[in-house]
């Protein structure tokens, strides 16, 4: 099974209703990405909600998982950390706002500072669209607090995407 990269955008709007609230932010404070797997629907979604499966395949690459934690259901918490390929170690955590089998997938997120005390706070939402036994993932996650950290966050979505093609294609 193989990703291939669709679109990238940097945009505010497109009409979904969980996206609506973005509507009139800056486009340089949201981050749109889109790409397609040869996978069931059914498989994507389940390697996005499964703490077992999201532990094989998340992170940008050489980053190593730590401990991936998940309670998929609306209002359940999640929180998973990694470390770089310099020893650097990355925590995060979020809440589960939305949870529709199999088709989208709504969280918050926040990085920890060392402390354990969350930084920028953004909403995630994962919507899954299955055409030909192919899935197409589009990604929308708002509000940045900078410019950079949406472009910081582009690279590794982009990586750890690529890792997620690499982890359905071995299943």
Excluded: C
């Excluded at 069931?40 to 532990?55: C, E, G, I, M, Q």
């Amino acid at each position: 099974m193989t990703a291939r990269r669709m679109t990238e955008r940097s945009e505010a709007a497109r009409g979904e209703a969980a996206e609506g609230a973005t509507a009139g932010v800056p486009a340089e404070r949201v981050l749109v990405l889109e790409r397609e797997y040869d996978a069931p629907r059914n498989l994507v979604f389940k390697v996005w909600t499964d703490a077992a499966h999201l532990a094989r395949w998340w992170g940008p690459k050489g980053f190593e998982v730590l401990s991936w934690k998940a309670d998929a259901r609306p209002g359940g918490r999640f929180r998973f950390g990694m470390r770089s390929p310099e020893g650097q170690e990355h925590w995060a955590h979020g809440v589960y706002r939305e949870v529709v089998a199999p088709e989208r997938l709504v969280f918050t997120t926040a990085w920890e500072h060392p402390d354990g005390i969350p930084k920028h706070e953004t909403v995630v939402t994962i919507t899954l669209t299955e055409r030909g036994g192919k899935t197409k993932l589009r990604f929308h996650q708002a509000i940045f607090d900078s410019e950079i950290a949406r472009d910081l966050h582009r690279g590794g979505w982009n990586s750890t995407f690529d890792n997620l093609a690499d982890y359905l294609a071995a299943l």
